[in-house]
C-alpha cells in the first residue's frame, strides 16, 4: 500500500516539476498523499517530498517560483503535522491551511521583492519564462490561435517563425496577468487554503480509513460550530462589508474566501460524504460513492460554484446541525 502511495506522489511531484503550470492542481494532490504518509510512516517524507521538488525545479528550470512555492507548502506543512498529537483536529486542519498560505504568500513576496515587480506581475512572468514546459508550450499555442492581428498589433506568427515560442508565451501570460487583475488575493488565498486543507483532511481521512490513525471526531463527522460562527465567521463577514470601498475589495473577498468560503466548503464536503454514507448495502454504497466523486469532479470543474454550493452546505450544518437533524429523521 505504501509503496503505491509513494509512487503516485513521486509521480505528482515529477508532474509538478516538469511542468509547473500544472502544479495548481498536482501539488494540492501531492500533498494529500505526503500527509497521509508523514502520519503512517514519518515526518520526514514531507521536507523530503519538498527537497525532491524543489531540485528537480530547479534542474529543469532554475530558480522558478512555481516548483519552489510548491516545495515551500510542503516544507511547512512539517509545522502542523509535528504538533499533530498536540493539537484537536479543527486546529490542525486550520493550522495546515494557514502553513500553506504562508508558504504561497511569503515565496511569492520574496520572488516579487528579488525581481521588483508586483506579485501580480511575477507570476505572469513566470509563465513567459517556462519554454520548456510541454503543457503550457500547448495550451499557449491554442490560446494564440484566438488571436489577431486587431488583438496582437502584428500579423500571427506561425510555429516556423524563430520566434513563435516565446510569443505565444508572452501573449498567454498577458491573458493570465489580466485575469489576476484585481483578483490575485482571491486567487493567492484560495490555493494557499485549499491546498493546506486538503492535505491535512484528505491525508488524516486516509490514514483512518486504512484504520492507521483513530480520529475523533471522524473526518465525515467533521463539522464547525457556533464557536466558529462567532469568532471566524461573523467577524469575516463583517470585515468584507469594506468591500464597499473600492481600494479594499481585494483584501475583502480574500478574507472571506479564506475564512468563509473555504472552511465551509471543507464541512459541506463532509456532510456530503456523510449523508451518501448512510447507504447500506454494497450496490447502495458504491453508487453513493461514485455520487460523491462525481459531485466533486463537477466542484473542481465548476470551481467558483461548486464551492459556493458546498459552503452553503457547510454553513447550513455550522448553524442547523443538519447531520444531527438527518440522523433523528432517518433513524
Known amino acids: 500500500m505504501y509503496p503505491i502511495v509513494g509512487g503516485v506522489a513521486l509521480l505528482l511531484l515529477a508532474a509538478s516539476a516538469v511542468a509547473p503550470s500544472i502544479s495548481v492542481a498536482t501539488v494540492p494532490a501531492a500533498a494529500v498523499l505526503l500527509y497521509y504518509l508523514s502520519v503512517t510512516v514519518g515526518l520526514w517524507v514531507l521536507p523530503a517530498g519538498a527537497a525532491l521538488l524543489a531540485a528537480a525545479g ?115 501570460a498577458s491573458r493570465v496577468a489580466r485575469e489576476l487583475e484585481g483578483d490575485f488575493l482571491w486567487y493567492l488565498t484560495g490555493f494557499g487554503v485549499f491546498a493546506g486543507g486538503l492535505a491535512g483532511a484528505g491525508g488524516l481521512a486516509a490514514a483512518s480509513a486504512d484504520g492507521t490513525l483513530a480520529l475523533s471526531p471522524r473526518m465525515r463527522e467533521f463539522r464547525l460550530g457556533k464557536t466558529y460562527l462567532s469568532g471566524g465567521a461573523l467577524p469575516a463577514l ?70 459556493l454550493v458546498l459552503g452553503f452546505l457547510g454553513l447550513a450544518d455550522c448553524v442547523l446541525n443538519v447531520r444531527k437533524l438527518l440522523d433523528w429523521a432517518l433513524g
Open 58 to 172: 530547479a534542474a529543469l528550470h532554475g530558480a522558478h517560483v512555481f516548483p519552489i512555492t510548491g516545495a515551500a507548502v510542503l516544507a511547512l506543512l512539517t509545522v502542523p503535522r509535528a504538533l499533530r498529537k498536540k493539537l484537536p483536529l479543527v486546529w490542525e486542519l486550520a493550522l495546515c491551511a494557514t502553513a500553506a498560505l504562508a508558504a504561497v504568500c511569503v515565496t511569492l513576496g520574496v520572488f516579487a521583492l528579488a525581481t521588483g515587480v508586483s506579485p501580480t506581475a511575477a507570476v505572469a512572468d513566470a509563465y513567459a519564462k517556462l519554454a520548456d514546459d510541454p503543457v503550457l508550450a500547448r495550451l499557449a499555442a491554442r490560446y494564440y490561435k484566438t488571436r489577431t492581428a486587431e488583438h496582437l498589433g502584428h500579423a500571427p506568427l506561425t510555429a516556423a517563425d524563430e520566434l513563435y515560442a516565446a510569443e505565444t508565451l508572452a501573449v498567454y
Open 238 to 307: 463583517a470585515f468584507g462589508l469594506t468591500a464597499f470601498y473600492a481600494p479594499m475589495r481585494p483584501v475583502a473577498t480574500a478574507v472571506i474566501n479564506a475564512m468563509v468560503t473555504l472552511p465551509t466548503a471543507l464541512c459541506g464536503i463532509t456532510l456530503l460524504y456523510h449523508t451518501l454514507g448512510r447507504f447500506t448495502g454494497k450496490a447502495a454504497r458504491v453508487t453513493a460513492m461514485a455520487v460523491f466523486w462525481l459531485s466533486m469532479a463537477a466542484a473542481a470543474v465548476f470551481y467558483e460554484w461548486g464551492m
